[in-house]
Structure formats: C-alpha cells, structure tokens
C-alpha cells in the first residue's frame, strides 16, 4: 500500500471559507514537507516539520509522529490557493529521500 | 537565497536515444537530488548525491545514470529513452542531509 496518504484526492473550495488536507504514514515519518504545485508545475516550499505546529499566514500545519499523521489547515481561501498540494516525509532509518503522497487537487472557486 | 536551474526546460528525444538532463544550484547545498514526476501523480526519488564525490541509488534507479560533476551541478542520463518516459524531472537540493528541500522548476521529457 502507499507510504503516504493523501486525503482528499481532490477538493472544491469556496472563496473564503476554510478546510483541512491529511497525510497518513505508514512509515515511521521523523520530517515532513509540505509543497503547492503551481500550474506552471513549480513545487513552492511551505511548511518544514518535525512533530509538532507551524504556522504562516492563512496556513498552519501540523505533524504527530505518534499518530502517524501531518495536516495542512487552510483558512480563508483565496484563488491563488488553487494548485496541487504535496506532503512529503522523511523515514529515519531510510537517509535522506522523501517518500511523496499522491497530492491534494485545490480548487478555491469565486 | 539561491536558485535551482534545470536545462533544458523541455526535451524530446527518440526511443532508444541517450539523453542528459542537468541541474545547477548555487545555494552551496551539500545534497542534491533528482525525482520523476508522473502525470497527476507524487514524485519518486531516481539518485541522490550526499556530498560532493558521492551518488546513491533512489527508488526509480533502473534506466538512468547520475553525476555529480561538482558541489553545483548534478546531471541525471536517461540511459535508453523508452516511450512511457514521458514525465517531468525535478532536482533539488538541501543545505545537508537530512534538511528542507528545495527544488527546481523541472525538465519536461516528451519520447517520440
């Protein structure tokens, strides 16, 4: 099965209103990344975590190691929100490659 | 800051033929890495170079080599160009191992 989950495939937001995106790990995850693919397919670096909470503007995130889980909250979407979010861990025991989920598909409607 | 550059931006190449991707960083990161995107899917890790002199096999290694010709330069050889090659490749690097990744703007390869 997939080492990183990703929840939901695909997402249709309102302008405005807030939601959440869900990794699940089946490995023992000690880092994870979380990426915005552009529709030019740039990855955009937002959130560098090790367990615990982060947060940036309309965006907070979140890593529980034990749980085997990261979220991204997104609060007040805006257009520019839309593109496709990745989570990316970090296996301890397996150096320093990133095990990707399949994404997150955002698109904030006006 | 720093930037990740990828020749070219888009390549086309014939089966069977050898191609070159290449991949210069001038953060001064130690690690680089090269992946491969799918359409509408997660990326996988093909190599990675720790340091300067090293190169070790990711999980996609079959069909390509890598070099690390320099702290700033990685290349990746796509060593036989199959048709269902059709992917985007990304490089990126970090300050060390073990670190944030950042990445480049990606090579799109088109087998004909």
């Known amino acids: 099965g997939d080492k990183v989950k990703q929840s939901p495939s695909a997402l249709s937001l309102q302008e405005g209103t807030n939601s959440a995106l869900r990794c699940n790990f089946s490995i023992a995850a000690t880092t994870v990344q979380w990426f915005l693919q552009n529709p030019r397919g740039s990855l955009i670096n937002l959130f560098y975590?090790?367990?615990g909470t982060k947060e940036n503007g309309r965006l907070k995130s979140a890593f529980d190691s034990k749980e085997s889980y990261s979220t991204l909250h997104i609060r007040d979407a805006q257009l520019e929100d839309s593109g496709t979010y990745f989570c990316?861990?970090?296996?301890?025991?397996?150096?320093?490659?990133?095990?990707f989920g399949g994404g997150t598909r955002l698109t904030v409607r006006p | 800051g720093g930037i990740i550059t990828q020749t070219p931006k888009f390549l086309i190449g014939q089966e069977g033929q050898k191609l070159t991707l290449k991949c210069q960083q001038n953060?001064?990161?130690?690690?680089m890495y090269w992946y491969r995107q799918d359409s509408g899917k997660g990326l996988r890790l093909i190599y990675y170079s720790i340091t300067e002199n090293d190169l070790q096999k990711g999980d996609l290694s079959e069909g390509y080599d890598a070099s690390r010709e320099k702290k700033s330069s990685f290349s990746l050889t796509v060593t036989s160009a199959q048709k269902n090659e059709m992917a985007v490749f990304l490089c990126a690097s970090s300050i060390q191992f073990y670190a944030e990744q950042f990445f480049g703007p990606g090579t799109r390869l088109t087998v004909l």
């Open positions: 975590l090790v367990p």
């Open positions: 953060f001064n990161h130690d690690t």
């Open positions: 990316a861990a970090e296996e301890g025991n397996a150096g320093a490659k990133l095990t």
